[in-house]
């Protein structure tokens, strides 16, 4: 099973401020099934990027992903109040996926 | 544009079988171009896979769950289904019903969700 790991827990930051998410896989993952989610109280997931690095239909530019082998980054470039939420890391191989643990960005 | 939603009860005994329906609406569970899934979600923690199935009957499940999980479509009511048996109370969560795109393998529509409580 591969493991994805996210860091950190919890991003405490201020709207304005650049957000960046870190999603480690325990094995090679590859690219194209790599997906990053948002996810507000209450709500489902909604599909943020998909193949690591394309933005979803509706999904501002300020976000983007991208990949250094087996190291996945969500990155915020400027946060606005609407993305304080938690965000997960998900991918598909071997027949199987699997979700990182998530990470909390909170308003400091 | 696509729904779906999720249907079943929202409390199960331990040790018996929970059964969740996904009625697909504004699209078809034919397509060959999706698989559609399950993921679950239990109270104030992370996401979990459960397994995906395939308008053709196959399935994918997760290794964790595999003996305690069935899948199953019908085409013919554009739903499918989740079975789980021999509950407890970790399976208590909120279950998802999911579209996943086969070109990317990742879930891109979601039900709104149903909390599933096992407790007697």
């Known amino acids: 099973e591969i493991v994805l790991t996210q860091s950190p827990g919890t991003l405490s930051l201020s709207p304005g401020e650049r957000a960046t998410l870190s999603c480690r896989a325990s094995?090679?993952?590859?690219?194209?099934?790599l997906a990053w989610y948002q996810q507000k109280p209450g709500q489902a997931p909604r599909l943020l990027i998909y193949?690591?690095?394309s933005r979803a239909t509706g999904i501002p530019d300020r976000f983007s992903g991208s990949v250094s082998g087996t190291d996945f980054t969500l990155t915020i470039s400027r946060l606005e109040p609407e993305d304080f939420a938690m965000y997960y890391c998900h991918q598909y191989g071997s027949s199987q996926g699997t979700f990182g643990q998530g990470t909390k960005v909170e308003v400091k | 544009q696509l729904q779906l939603q999720e249907s079943g009860p929202g409390l199960v005994k331990p040790s018996e079988t929970l059964s969740l329906t996904c009625t697909v609406s504004r699209g078809s569970i034919s397509s060959s171009s999706y698989y559609w899934g399950w993921v679950r979600q239990p109270p104030g923690k992370g996401l979990e896979w459960i397994g995906s199935?395939?308008?053709?009957?196959?399935?994918y499940y997760n290794p964790s769950l595999k003996s305690r999980v069935t899948m199953s479509v019908d085409t013919s009511k554009n739903q499918f289904s989740l079975k789980l048996s021999s509950v407890t109370a970790a399976d208590t969560a909120v279950y998802y019903c999911?579209?996943?795109?086969?070109?990317?393998?990742?879930?891109?529509?979601w039900g709104q969700g149903t909390l599933v409580t096992v407790s007697s």
């Open positions: 193949g690591a690095s």
């Open positions: 999911t579209r996943i795109t086969r070109e990317w393998l990742s879930p891109n529509y």
């Open positions: 199935i395939y308008y053709t009957g196959s399935t």
């Open positions: 094995q090679s993952v590859s690219s194209t099934y």
